[in-house]
């Protein structure tokens, strides 16, 4: 499957004649690929960027990717609509390694403004949640027979593919989620999580990042044996190279679950 990353970026400072600029920025996932085109403000349009990315495949012999990945919000709309006229799938992420390496080498701002973190949906919240640790070795293994029936494990982030050692410990939040547990598992799914943050404050919190820019709290405290715990959380995900998981399941029998996440934190 051929994937490209695509940024459409409008120039915060207009050029030397006064016009405002957008910059097309095209690459795949190890830049052996990449194509950059500007245009004035009044051709920033979708049929400009459908032209573009036929551009780009015929001028190095490629043909026009299965996937568009896009990871800045102002640029998804556009960019799909450009992608709809052309047959192409268009994937909304924060996981644009390459495209933000080049991007920063251009200088170009790639931190996207994020909104305050807002509760978990009421209807959604299950019975109770605990930190949890799984040595790497074991937690693919772990769950590999078990039916789970949403399951996310991107292959570039299992540990063996981040270089860690099998005992190194991977932490993670389970969340028993009751009857809700399944409808908890499938709306995570269609926020897309990236990760679980632990935020110190008063009180203390866990913040799910999820989608492009989504912040959700998915819980709170002031227990101080709670925020210990917490702590060695955040300073097992250093060790991790950020590494952590999430899991939802009905209750703490272990004989069935709802959902399971591999993350790691990206701006």
Not at 129 to 148: C, H, K, M, Q, Y
Not at 181 to 199: C, E, F, G, M, T
Request: charged share 20%; with cysteine; proline share 8%.
């Amino acid at each position: 499957m051929a994937i490209w990353q695509v940024d459409f970026y409008r120039r915060p400072q207009p050029d030397k004649e006064g016009q405002v600029v957008w910059d097309l920025f095209i690459c795949n996932a190890n830049r052996s690929f990449e194509y950059q085109a500007t245009c004035p403000q009044s051709q920033a349009n979708s049929n400009w960027v459908a032209s573009q990315l036929q551009l780009a495949a015929g001028k190095v012999g490629h043909k026009l990717p299965d996937v568009i990945q896009v990871f800045r919000p102002q640029s998804v709309n556009l960019i799909n609509q450009a992608g709809d006229e052309l047959s192409i799938n268009t994937e909304a992420t924060r996981r644009t390694p390459a495209l933000k390496q080049w991007l920063q080498e251009k200088q170009i701002p790639i931190n996207l403004e994020k909104p305050p973190p807002v509760p978990l949906p009421e209807n959604l919240w299950g019975e109770e949640w605990r930190f949890a640790s799984i040595p790497a070795g074991d937690l693919v293994d772990v769950f590999a027979e078990r039916p789970i029936p949403i399951v996310e494990i991107p292959e570039f982030l299992l540990p063996i593919n981040l270089g860690l050692a099998s005992t190194q410990g991977i932490p993670g939040i389970v969340i028993y989620g009751g009857r809700r547990s399944l409808s908890l598992a499938r709306w995570l799914q269609s926020a897309n999580p990236v990760s679980i943050n632990y935020i110190a404050g008063e009180p203390d919190g866990l913040v799910l990042e999820a989608g492009l820019i989504d912040r959700w709290v998915i819980a709170t405290f002031e227990d101080q044996e709670v925020k210990t715990a917490a702590q060695t959380y955040q300073q097992r995900q250093q060790n991790s190279q950020g590494l952590h998981f999430l899991l939802v399941q009905p209750d703490d029998s272990g004989m069935t679950y709802s959902g399971l996440w591999l993350l790691k934190p990206e701006d």
